[in-house]
Each structure stands twice: as structure tokens, then as C-alpha cells.
């Protein structure tokens, strides 16, 4: 086994007990000036690296909690846009009922009228759509 003769070391953020660089040789010896201030240097940077692993993990978490709301807000859209769709399409449905049921008693026009309700529901259906649409298309 070898035996260290020498070591250096140096603090490296004491506060958040990390503890100490180490720097160990087999033969004894003192580090100058300009070797302690790189040692210094080197566990400061040893700090930025920890402190950046640690950022690394806050922000993986954060992005994993937004891409769980993110799909529950997806979810949602779907829902919602399903239900305003059927909304659409009852209107749609029912203003074909009344014209087919009252075709004989309807002047000109409340036929028009009725037609206009029925395309403004396809027209309104078809906005939903493209707008789930366009949302796929953005998301991917």
C-alpha cells in the first residue's frame, strides 16, 4: 500500500458539508504561493460543479412537474373542445328537426333563419377543430 507523504488541501463550502480538496504526493513537499492559490481556484470550481448538478436537478424536476400539467391541461383541452363540439352539433341537430317537423308552417324566412343556425354550428365546429388543430401541430 502507498503511504502519503504530503497533502494540501483546501475548503470547499464548508456550509453545505462538502468538506475539503485534497491534493496527496508520496514525497514530501510545500506548495508555493501560486500552487495554493490554483488549488484554491480548483475547489472553487469543484463548488460551481456541485452547485450546478444541483440547479441541473431543480430544473429537471421543474420540467417534469410542467410536462405533468402541461397533459393535464391537454387532457382538459380535449374534454372541453368534445363538449362544445356536442353543444354545436345539438344545435345543429335541432334546428334540422324543427325545419324537418315544421317545414309546412315555416314562412322563407324562418327557413333561413334555421339553415343560418345550422351552418354558423358547422362553421363553429369546424373553428374548434382547426384550433385543436393548430395546438397539435405547435405542441410537436
Known amino acids: 500500500s502507498t ?4 497533502s494540501a488541501a483546501s475548503d470547499v463550502y464548508k456550509r453545505q ?6 491534493v ?3 514525497e514530501p513537499r ?3 504561493a501560486a500552487q495554493h492559490k490554483f488549488l484554491d481556484a480548483l475547489s472553487q470550481q469543484v463548488i460551481r460543479l456541485f452547485e450546478l448538478r444541483k440547479t441541473v436537478k431543480a430544473l429537471e424536476e421543474l420540467e417534469n412537474v410542467l410536462e405533468k400539467k ?3 391541461l391537454e387532457d382538459y383541452d380535449t374534454i372541453i373542445a368534445h363538449d362544445i363540439k356536442a353543444h354545436f352539433r345539438n344545435i345543429e341537430v335541432s334546428s ?3 325545419h324537418k317537423i315544421n317545414e309546412d308552417k315555416l ?3 324562418s327557413v333561413e333563419h334555421l339553415d343560418n343556425i345550422k351552418s354558423e354550428s358547422r362553421k363553429a365546429i369546424h373553428f374548434i377543430n382547426e384550433i385543436g388543430n ?7
Do not use: F, P, Y
Open 3 to 6: 503511504q502519503s507523504r504530503s
Open 134 to 140: 393548430h395546438e397539435l401541430s405547435a405542441r410537436a
Open 24 to 26: 496527496i504526493d508520496r
Open 30 to 32: 510545500e506548495l508555493d
Open 17 to 22: 458539508g462538502l468538506g475539503t480538496l485534497c
Open 96 to 98: 334540422e328537426l324543427l
Open 70 to 72: 402541461s397533459k393535464k
Open 107 to 109: 314562412d322563407s324566412k
